[in-house]
C-alpha cells in the first residue's frame, strides 16, 4: 500500500532580510522494480537502507548470548560493581561493547527485504539494459527466477514547467542513477521494499484510483477520531519556557540550592502539553554568518544583559538589533585574537586539526564558539538559566550550539574522554572548593592528554581573593597530574591564560605521596552521565592499545570517516554485524539518503538552516553526511538506546545524552530542522505522546521543517497532529508498514491558555 504527497509551497524559506520572492513547486516522479527478496534481517533501530552485509545473519544477537552491544545510559544508572564479570566490563571497550535489552533485540529477528534489494540492485544493475526501467511494470511479483531488484526512488522536481516526465523517462538507468536531481525521498529503514503500481509518469496530478485509496485510507484510520484541542502555555517563563528549568514548584521545595540545584533539571512529574507563545514581533532568525554578529531584538527582547555586560562588549541594543561587538569578558576585544594567542602559546592546540570538539564552561554569549567555527572547531557551549539574562537564548539565535546547563551536583551528560579541551574564560565556576570536584567532571570529561585553557582573574591579578584561589588550583592541578603547559598573557585583551594538559599514563597517579584526590574504583563507569552525582575521583588513563582514549584520534577531518581504532571486529554493532562495518555501512546509507534526498527533495532552502538537532543519532552518519554545509548539528543519544556517543564524539562530531519523555535543555525555538529516525514508535511506548510532541513544536522554529522515518501508524498520527497546530505538511509518502513525512511549522498558536 503506497501513498504520497508533495505539497507545493510557496515563499517558505526566503529571509526576512531579502524580500526577493521565491516560488517553489514540487512533482513527483517514482521509479521502483518489484522484488522476490524476504530474508533479510530487521533491526529496531531500523537504520534506513544499509547494504544486506550490514545486516544479515544477526537472528542470534541478543543481550544474553552477545556480550558485545553498547549498553545503554538507563541501564548504566543500575550498575553494580559484582555485575561486571570482566576486564572488558571495566574498560572503555564498553562505551559500544556492552549488551543491549534483551527487549531491544528481540525485534531484531523479524524480517525485512528492502536493504537486500539495495545491495541486489548494485551488484546487479550492470546486467540490465538501460530500458529496464521502463518494463520494470511488465514483471510479474511472482517471478522469482529473476531478480531485478532495486531501490526504490521517488524525484521531486523544484519546477513544474521543467521536463515532461515522458521525456525524463528515457533517460538511462546509469544516467539516473547519478543525476543529482534524483531525489530518494522515502529512504526507508530496514524494512519492505517500494514498489510502483506502474512505471507510467502522471506529471502534477494523481490519478483518482490513488486519490480515492488515500481518502478511504484516511477515513478508516483510526485516529482521525482524535480532535487535539491544543491550549497556549500560561507560564512566568513566558515565551523563553523551558519545562525542566522553570519548574517553579521543584524548585521551591529543594532541600538547598548552595551547589545551584535550582539550575540543575527539576523536570515535572506531568509533562506539559501546551505550545509555547512567540515573542510579540517574532522574525525569521538573520541567516548564518551574519547572524553571529546581529540578531532581531524582537526574537529575543532582553535588555538586562546588555545593561549588565554592555561595557564588557558582550551585547548591545543597536535599533531593531542586538549587537555582539566584542565577544566576552576575557575578550571585549574580539575573540578571534584571543584563540590565535591561544594557539600561539601551545601550538600542540593545533585548531581544526588536532582540537576539533571543544567544551566551553559559562560560555555568556558563546562568543568563543562562534568563531572558532572560523577554524574548523565544533563547540559545546553551556550556561545556566541564571541572572545572566538568556544568554544561551543570544548564543541558539546567533547560530551558535549552547545547551543551558550547570556545574552543580550532577554529572554533565557527556560521556567520559571525548573532548579534545575543555574552556573556561572568567566562567565562575570554583573549581578548587569541595576537593576539585567540579574541576573533576571535567577531568572525567577530558581525553587523555587534551588541554583545560583558563581565563580568570586568579591568573594575573593579585588582590588577596584571586591569590588565594590561584594557590589552590596549583595545589589542585598539581594533585590531578595535569601538567602546567603554558601561562601567558593576551595583551590586547588584558587578561592572563593558564593551559593544562591531562596526563597520557598513570604513572603520575602512581608515585603521587597521597591519594588525593583518590582514583575512582573499577565499579565507577566513567561514561555513566545521566542523573548520576557527582564523585571527587579520578578515572584511570587507559593503557591497553585497544581502549578508546589510549590514542588521540585521527586529526580532523580524516577522523570523520575514519573507524575508530577502538572498534573491532568481535564487537557486534547495533545493526547486527561486526563493529567496523555496521559503522561504515551507517556512514554510507546517510550519504545516499542526504545526496539522494534531503538535499534536493524537500525543497529544503538549505542556506536558511543552521541549527540542526538528529533526535536519535546512532553512529551520527546523518551529521557527518551534512559536513559540507555550514550548519552544526546536535547529535541525541537516547537514554534508553545503545550508548555510541563516544563513536559521535571520536568523529570530531558533538553530541548529548537525553530521555525524550523529559524536555530538553534548550529555549524555545532553538532549531532550524529536527530530524528523527524511528525514535517515536519507541516514544510511543513508554512516554506522554502529546507532550512529546509540544516538545518538538516547542524547540523548533517558526518555519523550521521537521523530518520524520517511522511507521505508517506514527506517521498517520503525527501528521494528524502537525495538521491539527496548522503545520504544513510538505511531503508524505508511505508504503506497507513505514512512513516518511516532512512537515513545515506555522506562526499559529493557539488562543486558549492554560496556567501551569
Known amino acids: 500500500m503506497t501513498s504520497s504527497s508533495v505539497v507545493?509551497?510557496?515563499?517558505?524559506?526566503?529571509?526576512?532580510?531579502?524580500?526577493?520572492?521565491?516560488?517553489?513547486?514540487?512533482?513527483?516522479?517514482?521509479q521502483a522494480t518489484d522484488t522476490t527478496n524476504s530474508n533479510t534481517q530487521q533491526f529496531e533501530d531500523k537504520p534506513g537502507d544499509l547494504p544486506e552485509?550490514?545486516?544479515?545473519?544477526?537472528?542470534?544477537?541478543?543481550?544474553?548470548?552477545?556480550?558485545?552491544?553498547?549498553?545503554?545510559?538507563?541501564?548504566k544508572l543500575d550498575e553494580k560493581p559484582e555485575e561486571k564479570s570482566s576486564d572488558d566490563t571495566k574498560t572503555e571497550n564498553t562505551d559500544s561493547n556492552e549488551s543491549e535489552k534483551k527487549s531491544d533485540s528481540d525485534e531484531s529477528e523479524k524480517k525485512s527485504d528492502f536493504d537486500e534489494s539495495v545491495k541486489k540492485s548494485d551488484s546487479e544493475e550492470s546486467e540490465k539494459k538501460s530500458d529496464s526501467e521502463e518494463n520494470e511494470s511488465e514483471k510479474k511479483s511472482n517471478d522469482s527466477s529473476e531478480t531485478t531488484d532495486k531501490g526504490t526512488?521517488?524525484?521531486?522536481?523544484?519546477?513544474?514547467?521543467?521536463?515532461?516526465?515522458?521525456?525524463?523517462?528515457?533517460?538511462?538507468?546509469?544516467?539516473?542513477?547519478?543525476?543529482?536531481?534524483?531525489?530518494?525521498?522515502?529512504?526507508s529503514g530496514a524494512q519492505s521494499e517500494l514498489l510502483n503500481e506502474s512505471t507510467t509518469q502522471n506529471g502534477s496530478w494523481s490519478t483518482q484510483a490513488a486519490e480515492s485509496k488515500n481518502e478511504k485510507e484516511t477515513q478508516e484510520s483510526p485516529k482521525q477520531s482524535t480532535v487535539y484541542n491544543w491550549k497556549l502555555c500560561n507560564v512566568t517563563a513566558g515565551s523563553d519556557y523551558i519545562p525542566c528549568l522553570d519548574n517553579l514548584k521543584a524548585i521551591r521545595n529543594l532541600p538547598s540550592t548552595k551547589h545551584y540545584e535550582h539550575r540543575e533539571r527539576q523536570c515535572p512529574e506531568d509533562p506539559p502539553t501546551c505550545l509555547v507563545p512567540l515573542p510579540e514581533g517574532y522574525k525569521r532568525p538573520i541567516e548564518w554568518p551574519k547572524s553571529r554578529e546581529k540578531i532581531w531584538y524582537s526574537n529575543v527582547p532582553h535588555t538586562k544583559l546588555a545593561e549588565y555586560k554592555g561595557h564588557q562588549n558582550w551585547v548591545k541594543v543597536t535599533g531593531e538589533y542586538l549587537t555582539f561587538p566584542g565577544g566576552g569578558t576575557q575578550f571585549k576585544h574580539g575573540a578571534l585574537h584571543y584563540i590565535d594567542t591561544i594557539q600561539q602559546s601551545v601550538p600542540d592546540i593545533a585548531w581544526g586539526k588536532q582540537s576539533r570538539v571543544i567544551l566551553d564552561v559559562g560560555c555568556g554569549v558563546a562568543s568563543f564558539g562562534g568563531f572558532l567555527f572560523e577554524r574548523?572547531?565544533?563547540?559545546?557551549?553551556?550556561?545556566?538559566?541564571?541572572?545572566?539574562?538568556?544568554?544561551?537564548q543570544f548564543a541558539l539565535e546567533r547560530g551558535i550550539p549552547a545547551i543551558s546547563a550547570v556545574m552543580g551536583t550532577k554529572r554533565l551528560p557527556f560521556p567520559g574522554k571525548v573532548f579534545d579541551i575543555v574552556h573556561c574564560a572568567r566562567c565562575r565556576v570554583?573549581?578548587?572548593?569541595?576537593?576539585?570536584?567540579?574541576?573533576?567532571?571535567?577531568?572525567?570529561?577530558l581525553r587523555p592528554?587534551?588541554?583545560?585553557?583558563?581565563?580568570?582573574?586568579?591568573?594575573?591579578?593579585?588582590?588577596?581573593?584571586?591569590?588565594?584561589?590561584?594557590?589552590?588550583?596549583?595545589?589542585?592541578?598539581?594533585?590531578?597530574?595535569?601538567?602546567?603547559?603554558?601561562?601567558?598573557?593576551d595583551k590586547l585583551n588584558g587578561v592572563g591564560i593558564a593551559v593544562y594538559k591531562k596526563p597520557t599514563s598513570n604513572e603520575c597517579y602512581e608515585q603521587r605521596p597521597k591519594n588525593q584526590p583518590p582514583i575512582c574504583p573499577d565499579s565507577d563507569d566513567p561514561n555513566a552521565a545521566w542523573n548520576v552525582p557527582l564523585e571527587a575521583c579520578m578515572h584511570k588513563v587507559p593503557v591497553s592499545s585497544t581502549e578508546r582514549g589510549s590514542q588521540w584520534p585521527e586529526k580532523w577531518p580524516a577522523r570523520l570517516t575514519k573507524t575508530p581504532y577502538w572498534l573491532s571486529d568481535s564487537q557486534v554493532g547495533v545493526y547486527g554485524k561486526p563493529a567496523p562495518e555496521d559503522f561504515t555501512a551507517d556512514y554510507e546509507h546517510w550519504k545516499r539518503v542526504v545526496s539522494n534526498s534531503y538535499l534536493n527533495g524537500m525543497g529544503i532552502q538549505w542556506s536558511n538552516v543552521r541549527n540542526v538537532m538528529d533526535m536519535r543519532s546512532v553512529y551520527g552518519g546523518f551529521a557527518a553526511a551534512l559536513k559540507d554545509l555550514k550548519i552544526w548539528v546536535m547529535n541525541v543519544v537516547t537514554v534508553d538506546s545503545p550508548d555510541t556517543l563516544p563513536i559521535i564524539f571520536e568523529r570530531g562530531l558533538f553530541g548529548i545524552y537525553h530521555d525524550w519523555c523529559e524536555s530538553f535543555s534548550t529555549y524555545p525555538r532553538s532549531y532550524d530542522l529536527l530530524h528523527a529516525d524511528h525514535l517515536f514508535s519507541k516514544l510511543k511506548k513508554r512516554c506522554k505522546f502529546e507532550a512529546v510532541v509540544a516538545e518538538v513544536d516547542r524547540i523548533l522554529r517558526p518555519e523550521g521543517k521537521f523530518i520524520v522515518r517511522d511507521t505508517v501508524e506514527i506517521i498517520n498520527e503525527l501528521e494528524s497532529m502537525m495538521k491539527s497546530m496548522q503545520w504544513q505538511v510538505r511531503m508524505t509518502y508511505s508504503k506497507d508498514k513505514e512512513g516518511f513525512l516532512c512537515v513545515q511549522k506555522s506562526m499559529w498558536r493557539p488562543k486558549e491558555l492554560v496556567t501551569l
Open 153 to 187: 526512488e521517488e524525484k521531486v522536481e523544484q519546477n513544474v514547467n521543467q521536463e515532461s516526465d515522458g521525456s525524463s523517462n528515457e533517460k538511462k538507468t546509469d544516467d539516473n542513477a547519478n543525476n543529482q536531481g534524483s531525489n530518494e525521498v522515502f529512504p
Open 53 to 75: 552485509d550490514a545486516i544479515k545473519g544477526d537472528s542470534g544477537v541478543t543481550s544474553e548470548n552477545n556480550p558485545d552491544l553498547p549498553v545503554k545510559q538507563e541501564d
Open 430 to 445: 570554583p573549581w578548587h572548593i569541595e576537593g576539585g570536584k567540579l574541576l573533576l567532571e571535567l577531568n572525567r570529561m
Open 449 to 489: 592528554g587534551g588541554f583545560f585553557v583558563w581565563s580568570a582573574t586568579p591568573i594575573y591579578q593579585k588582590i588577596p581573593e584571586d591569590v588565594e584561589i590561584w594557590n589552590e588550583m596549583k595545589a589542585l592541578t598539581k594533585a590531578m597530574c595535569w601538567e602546567v603547559v603554558s601561562i601567558t598573557k
Open 8 to 30: 507545493p509551497v510557496q515563499n517558505v524559506d526566503v529571509s526576512q532580510e531579502n524580500k526577493n520572492d521565491v516560488q517553489e513547486q514540487s512533482e513527483v516522479k517514482e
Open 376 to 392: 574548523d572547531v565544533l563547540t559545546m557551549s553551556l550556561a545556566p538559566k541564571d541572572e545572566h539574562e538568556a544568554q544561551v
